[in-house]
């Protein structure tokens, strides 16, 4: 087995320490046995998303959000048809927010590529922190941190998690990021794998799944210092 994951523009989405979502999806699969390609694709080369088993879309600032916003236009058929087709997408802060319709900032709005029916607005107040959720795709608590100034709507979606602490897609709203057939929207980053092993076997276990057509359960793996990791943070936030 092999599973082919495609890290897309990491000259420009590298803000919040992106590169670690892919070492830990990469890690997790060799130390389980299973043969791993990690496919870079820069600003400006073509993204052939039929080779792709996983990818991951990471943040950066405004500047560097409206460039990729250009180059992913040319690719946004493709990217549509892998999402749709249950391609299993990792997107972070404003990776995430380039799925959805557009981003508003106070001097220019960034069309988006219209994969989600979403939108994002910013507004001066960020919203900085520590964040714990409750989500579907794990039995332990999601932590990470979050630093972003959009307010993202994910209508009709599901969240990707229920906000126990921290501020998620807007004040008030206790929801944070979306869940789209196999795809993550997130604002958490840090990064945000390796603190949450069950999100990332999450995602490995989707894209088993949809290369092989079968359900392929995954090995555990000793996880007790990254368990004790992610406890600590969740009392911490939790005061208990």
């Not at 897309?8 to 803000?15: K, Q």
């Not at 997107?91 to 220019?108: D, E, I, P, R, S």
Request: with cysteine; charged share 25%; proline share 4%.
């Amino acid at each position: 087995m092999k599973l082919t994951i495609g890290h897309l523009y990491p000259d420009l989405l590298n803000l919040y320490g992106d590169v670690g979502n892919v070492q830990c999806l990469a890690k997790r699969l060799i130390w389980r046995g299973i043969g791993v390609e990690i496919r870079r694709f820069f600003a400006g080369d073509k993204i052939d998303f039929s080779v792709l088993d996983l990818a991951v879309l990471g943040g950066g600032s405004d500047r560097e959000q409206g460039l990729c916003g250009r180059y992913l236009k040319k690719e946004r058929e493709g990217f549509r048809d892998y999402v749709e087709d249950g391609g299993v997408l990792l997107a972070v802060c404003g990776g995430y927010q380039l799925l959805g319709a557009y981003y508003k900032t106070a001097k220019m709005t960034v069309e988006g590529l219209h994969i989600l029916d979403i939108h994002t607005e910013w507004e001066p107040a960020r919203l900085t922190g520590n964040i714990l959720l409750k989500s579907p795709v794990s039995n332990s608590p999601v932590v990470g941190f979050e630093n972003h100034g959009g307010r993202t709507c994910i209508g009709s979606y599901a969240p990707f998690g229920s906000v126990i602490c921290g501020y998620g897609n807007e004040e008030g709203a206790g929801q944070e990021g979306v869940l789209y057939r196999n795809l993550i929207g997130t604002y958490l980053h840090g990064p945000l794998l390796p603190k949450n092993p069950e999100v990332c076997d999450f995602l490995l276990s989707r894209a088993l799944e949809r290369k092989y057509g079968t359900q392929i359960a995954l090995n555990p793996l000793r996880d007790e210092a990254e368990r004790q990791a992610n406890r600590y943070m969740a009392r911490r936030l939790l005061r208990v």
